[in-house]
């Protein structure tokens, strides 16, 4: 079986000797093979990279987590380290300066009409217009006017339309 087998593989390699006299054949499965492994390389590359972003990532959101707490300690006056202390002085100042500019645009930004026009009617908060509830209580803004009134035939119970004559299902005459 065995050399059937041997027989077999000089066979064809007889055969693509033939068929590939010029060597274009093997030069193409080369060519092929070189460009497989180029492709994937990049791939490999391309998923490193990722991997790369999302570790960043997950970097970046423990970084704000740990300033967060570091914060927070500090806001509780329990902050012992000076060099983290002084570092979160510099965030209290940005904190005063943020809250002096938004007093600076209160006063040149206009106010709308509509936020001095409507008020609340519970609360007496200015509400945006066309709001149905405040921002402030949650109180109903506008009052709900009446549904208009449904009719229906009394032939099949189908719904009309306040000036129908017919109802569109069973052809009955609309009496009024």
Same mark, same amino acid.
Do not use: W
């Given at each position: ?10 066979? &064809?390699?007889?055969?693509?000797? $033939? ?13 092929? *093979?070189?460009?497989?492994? /180029? @492709? /994937?390389?990049?791939? +490999?590359?391309?998923?490193? %990279?990722?991997?790369? *972003?999302?570790?960043?990532?997950? $970097? &970046? ?6 300033? =967060?707490? #570091? ?6 006056? @329990?902050?012992?380290?000076? $060099? ?10 940005? *904190?005063?300066?943020?809250? /002096?500019?938004?007093?600076?645009? %209160? ?5 709308? !009409? &509509? =936020?001095? /026009? &409507?008020?609340? !009617?519970?609360?007496?908060?200015? #509400?945006?217009?066309?709001? =149905? ?6 109180? +109903?803004? #506008? ?6 009134? #449904? ?17 569109? %299902? ?7």
């Amino acid at each position: 079986m065995s050399e059937l087998f041997d027989r077999l593989v000089e066979s &064809a390699g007889q055969v693509i000797s $033939e068929v590939d006299k010029g060597g274009q054949i093997q030069s193409a499965v080369t060519g092929l *093979r070189q460009r497989l492994a /180029e @492709t /994937e390389r990049r791939r +490999r590359v391309n998923l490193i %990279k990722q991997e790369i *972003r999302d570790l960043q990532t997950q $970097e &970046a959101g423990a970084i704000n987590a740990l300033s =967060a707490q #570091v914060l927070a300690l500090h806001d509780a006056g @329990t902050l012992t380290q000076p $060099e983290l202390v002084s570092l979160c002085k510099g965030v209290d100042e940005v *904190r005063v300066q943020i809250k /002096e500019q938004q007093s600076e645009l %209160k006063k040149v930004q206009p106010s709308g !009409p &509509a =936020a001095t /026009e &409507a008020r609340c !009617p519970h609360c007496g908060s200015p #509400v945006v217009g066309g709001a =149905a509830f405040c921002q402030t209580c949650g109180g +109903r803004i #506008v009052e709900e006017s009446a549904p208009p009134p #449904v009719l229906y035939c009394v032939q099949c119970g189908s719904d009309l339309r306040e000036s129908a004559q017919f109802c569109p %299902k069973c052809g009955q005459a609309v009496e009024r």
